[in-house]
């Protein structure tokens, strides 16, 4: 689905500010670990500042689905099964998990929720309110 | 300067980058109160090592002809890591944009490699006479004096050069680690 | 050295807000050659004159048992400098709370000129690498937040003092006992 261009540009604002980047590295393509070098203490920060930009309440989980990937049940061999990726699936309907499907290798799961993908969860959780 | 949070320069190239080295010893007075049971550098002193390089990086790049250095802005500012005592934290600093008198620089520290802490600062600086029509430019001089000799200090490992001569002409620092 | 860098709390509302003030002197360490020829207080112990007034606020949601430190200074800005014989009020806010963190917000002024702005991201150690690990004497750290007073002038929402927490009692008293050469319990 098509970025609402008023989602990005909040989106990017929060990014700009909780990363300490560029304007012009926030692009819908970047992905927040490995492009714009997001740590685990900035996602709090991420999603303080989305919650506030656009009145929203974000559960930890809905981003950052921890207790899946940590779950003996939905992984093994770090790699997750099947059944977890069905998991993630559900919980995060706005992310393209396409590529982590062919290598689903829980360590990468961190590098690839992109800017897009956050534009959209926050389009989801705006419409749903 | 008594509050310096600086203990080395080992490389710095004028308008482009200085790394520096702060060590934390136990004897520091502040660790028994940070934290009584748990000595670690507060983070604060981490962004003071990483401006007071910036500092000196500022200084060097106008040849020590502006008397304030002061912090205006941080950004994206973390604390990855823990600096114990006994460790030596490795500071680099990079000027990335200059806009009159505010200068833009991506700061950060490690431990033996290990990110502890990185962000960017505002810098501004100035000379007190030039904002404040009261101040006798003596004021702006006498600071300048002083800060060249404490960058001597700071510096003394990398050039035999006579170190009494603190009026020389500028400072070039090329020597690497 | 040591690492007090507020002088008292002003005013304490329980899990919400706090302001405490903070007097710059030219006898202090940092500040008596900071810049020879005009000191001023170090931005970095500005900072932490924040930092202690937040999480203060944010250790005590908690009775003082979780181990809150500084994590992230996600924004930070000066319009001016403080010079001895100022008096900065540091006024903070708890914006956002969740699990293992902690968002401030908080401003500095002196007199009713606007000094500083801040946010602080406050992070909980948590159990699983940190179990072991205490941050502060209980004794001691009870006299430190008394001296500040947190207490005098800490109250909840409802406005109603604030308590010392029972845990922080229990070792005050059993350093006291200890102290008078009396055993404990007795």
Redesign the interface.
Known sequence: MPVNPEVFEKVKEALVDALGVDDDEVTESATMVGDLGAESIDFLDIVFKLEKAFDIQIPRDELFPDDILTNAEYVSDGKVTPEGLEKLKERMPFADLTRFEANPVVQDFGNLLTVKDLCNYVSLKTKAA | ???S?LDRIIALEKGKSICGIKGLSLS???L???????PVM????M??SM?QASMWLIRATHDFKF??V???????????GFVQPGDAMHVDAEIKKVDGSLTSLKVSGNVDGKLCTS??LVIDTFN?ADRESTVDPA??D??NL?FRKEFRRLCNHLDPMDLSDVQAAPFAVTATN | MRWFWIDRYTEFISGQSAVAEKAVSLSEEVVDDYAPGRSFCPASVIVEGFAQTGGILVGQISDFKDKVVLAKIPKCKFYCEAYPGDVLTYRVEIKNREGNGAMIEGTSHIGDKLHGEIELMFATLDDDRFGNVELFEPAEFCRMVRLLRTFEVGVNPDGTPIQVPDHMIEAEHAFLKIGSGLEPGQ
């Open positions: 300067m008594r509050f949070q520091e007075e502040y028994k109160d940070h934290f009584p049971r748990f507060p983070g604060v002193l962004l003071e401006f008397s304030m002061v912090l205006r802005e941080t950004k994206s500012l973390k604390f990855q962000g960017r007190l004021i702006d006498y600071m002083r």
